[in-house]
Structures are given as structure tokens and as C-alpha cells.
């Protein structure tokens, strides 16, 4: 079974940079999607950005521009750069893994955007 550990979640301020990081723990990590989204109160879940095994990219239309997905084959990481985040960028942020009919999802972090 697949665990995703996240990690870099706190307060920042607007305008501030934030790297969150997703660990799993898998051998085949590199053969699959990986994708982090979030949730803010009272609303949805809601992908912030995906990565394939072959590298390409998707954004929200929200974070175009500000936030880059990246991974790590070789130590089986995902990562998420916010730069310039705003405070509608709230939420607790989660990694997830999808895959050969493999779906899992991380315990989430908090990302607080404020002043």
C-alpha cells in the first residue's frame, strides 16, 4: 500500500514563498500521476496542480503563473512551489497518487496565507 506524507504547510504572508512536499513510499513512484489540490472551508476539493510520469503539467487556472509542480524521481517526492500566494490560497492542501487503478491521498497540510 502506497503512503504519501506531506510536508511544508504553515503561515505565510502574501507575497511570501511556500514549498510543500509530498514523500511516497513506493519503488514504481516515477510510473505514476501525481496531482495536489486543496480544499478551503466550505468548498470543494479542487486540483492546484498535476504532474505525469512523463513530466507534463497542468495548473489551475487560479495558480498559472505563481505555483510550479515538480518531482523527483529519484526520491520518489512531489513537490508544489507557491510563490506570491494570496489569501484566497487557503486550504489544507493534499498530494495524492493516481495509477494502474491506484488511488491514494495524503493527510493533507495547512496552508495559511495572511498577514
Known amino acids: 500500500q502506497v503512503q504519501l506524507v506531506e510536508s511544508g504547510g504553515g503561515l505565510v504572508q502574501p507575497g511570501e514563498s511556500l514549498r510543500l512536499s509530498c514523500a511516497a513510499s513506493?519503488?514504481?513512484?516515477?510510473?505514476?500521476?501525481m496531482g495536489w489540490y486543496r480544499q478551503a472551508p466550505g468548498k470543494q476539493r479542487e486540483l492546484v496542480a498535476g504532474?505525469?510520469?512523463?513530466?507534463?503539467?497542468n495548473y489551475a487556472d487560479s495558480v498559472k503563473g505563481r505555483f510550479t509542480i515538480s518531482r523527483d524521481n529519484a526520491k520518489n517526492t512531489v513537490n508544489l512551489q507557491m510563490n506570491s500566494p494570496k489569501p484566497e490560497d487557503t486550504a489544507v492542501y493534499y498530494c495524492a497518487v493516481f495509477g494502474g487503478g491506484l488511488e491514494v491521498w495524503g493527510q493533507g497540510t495547512l496552508v495559511t496565507v495572511s498577514s
Open positions: 513506493t519503488r514504481t513512484f516515477s510510473f505514476y500521476i
Open positions: 504532474i505525469s510520469s512523463g513530466g507534463g503539467k
